[in-house]
């Protein structure tokens, strides 16, 4: 993964370069570095509740009275649209928006309608609602897997599967598999190698689903230096897992037309990881792109277990490709950058973020294999807060290109807190007044009734609800960050 080049003060910096994006599986180069639909006929809510922290939590869901996040629908074959599913969220405008965006770029209106599309078109027969408001779907081919279960069994619910990885091998277009509470320990020895490896895909109208029945319920957790989770296949969701250990990857997305969502993905030691293989919470990487990330809560990926913010081949959200959808997360303690482009990545759309404490925020740019002539362009960062980084809040570097937007973001208390040549529109640099800040990823990251991030965002291809379930806007404009206030 990408090696910066050393800092010799918080200015200045030299172009980032980067190895392949096969570098998740091998060690970089000299001076390189990694750093960086479903139709539901359902209209399903995937509202998150969350701790202190902002991690998912089992619990009662005080948001659930929103319009945006109530009744389930008797599915039917048809695809419908779901406008209020936090899986659809970054599609925020394009149902509603028949014009160019503000912006003018054909293209963000077309990648909007495009994962639209996608994102309403895979038949759910039905759903079900935990007792923590957390609303699991159900398709037309169910498997289910549990602590307790063997691999020698069918699936069903009675006589679930023991392993992920057996799942996958009975799944087709359209399973979802169910992943009981519990804990889930699986072993990724070296760098190359995957604790769960998912190969099958499903279509674009009837996506394979990994989902835990309670959120956050299913815990895996990874030994070793590899790779918790590879997922390989195309139309495949990974939804509400809690995600640990000592690997140097959460969820490796080489797939295309993913949707990663609702996951919290913490405290990786990413053993080896500094040393030229690097690591990531979730890396979308291959040709296809098109993967949407959505209310993940990642922490401390790496950063405890080096000095703090020397690491420079460790991200948390981590893009390769083109396409990608990064909305609602909240991203803090990790080793190099919390959202990062590099390689082939182009045409990102980066909205209603909240990220702290990393050693630099959002980076925008181009580097190694994949790298194209025009560089990374037409990218789309917007309503994030971007807060107390160690060296830079959003940057571009590498090979960069035209048409990038930086509108309403809040940028703050970083070592520099821009450097950019793309345009910039409605910036503030403020303390967000979150309700209790904690650099750690203890405190509450909430904004506070006095917060300036309140009322300052744009609705342009913002996500329809915040990180746990509540419909935006609530006052009169969609507020910054991923939680509306």
């Known amino acids: ?43 399903l809510s995937y509202s998150v509740d969350t701790n202190a ?3 998912p939590v089992a619990g009662a869901d005080d948001s659930n009275t929103d319009t945006a996040t109530q009744a ?26 028949a014009a160019a965006p503000a912006d003018g770029s054909p293209r963000l209106l077309a990648m909007v309608a495009s994962v ?3 994102a309403t078109t895979q038949a759910v027969t039905a759903a079900t609602t935990t007792s923590a408001g957390y609303v699991v779907p159900t398709g037309t081919k169910n498997l289910y897997v549990a602590p307790t279960g063997s691999d020698s069994n069918a699936g069903t619910q009675t006589k679930p599967l023991k392993t992920i990885a057996r799942a996958d091998a009975l799944a087709s277009a359209g399973t979802v598999v169910h992943v009981a509470a519990g804990t889930y320990t699986v072993s990724a020895p070296s760098t190359g190698a995957a604790g769960i490896k998912t190969t099958k895909s499903g279509t674009s109208s009837a996506h394979i689903t990994y989902v835990s029945d309670v959120k956050g319920g299913a815990k895996l957790r990874v030994t070793g230096t590899g790779i918790l989770w590879d997922s390989k296949g195309n139309y495949v969701d990974i939804m509400g897992f809690d995600l640990s250990g000592s690997g140097r990857i959460g ?3 080489e797939g295309g037309n993913m949707k990663i969502n609702y996951n919290y993905i913490h405290d990786f030691t990413v053993s080896g990881g500094c040393n030229g293989g690097g690591g990531g919470a979730i890396v979308s990487t291959g040709s296809i792109g098109n993967i949407v990330m959505d209310s993940n809560v990642v922490k401390n990926i790496g950063y405890q277990w080096v000095a703090p913010g020397t690491c420079n081949t460790v991200q948390g959200l981590y893009i390769s490709n083109a396409n990608n959808i990064v909305t609602n997360n909240v991203v803090s303690g990790v080793a190099a950058v919390a959202i990062q482009q590099w390689h082939g990545a182009t045409a990102s759309t980066i909205v209603n973020n909240t990220v702290f404490h990393n050693k630099m925020g959002i980076l925008i740019g181009q580097g190694d294999a994949g790298a194209t002539s025009t560089g990374s362009q037409n990218n789309y960062v917007a309503n994030n807060v971007v807060y107390d980084n160690k060296y830079y809040g959003i940057i571009e570097s590498g090979k960069v290109g035209g048409g990038n937007r930086y509108v309403d973001n809040l ?22 007044l979150f309700v209790n800040y904690q650099a ?37 404009a969609f507020d910054v960050g991923a939680y509306e206030y």
């Open 440 to 476: 750690n990823g203890s405190g509450n990251y909430r904004l506070s009734s006095s917060s300036p991030a309140i009322d300052r965002g744009t609705a342009n291809l913002a996500p329809k609800v915040d990180i746990a379930g509540v419909a935006r806007p609530r006052g009169a």
């Open 116 to 118: 639209n599309t996608t």
């Open 53 to 55: 922290a902002g991690a």
């Open 72 to 97: 389930l629908v008797s599915a039917t074959s048809d695809a419908s649209t779901d406008s209020a599913s936090a899986d659809v969220a970054s599609t925020a405008g394009a149902e509603s928006t």
């Open 251 to 253: 969820i490796l997305a």
């Open 1 to 43: 993964m990408k090696k910066l080049a050393t800092f010799v003060s918080n200015v200045g910096i030299t172009p980032l370069l980067c190895c392949s994006a096969a570098v998740l599986l091998s060690a970089c180069g000299a001076g390189s570095d990694m750093t960086d639909g479903q139709t539901q006929t359902a209209a």
């Open 411 to 432: 940028v703050a208390s970083s070592g520099t807190n821009w450097k950019v040549k793309g345009s910039v529109s409605g910036s503030i640099s403020s303390n967000p």
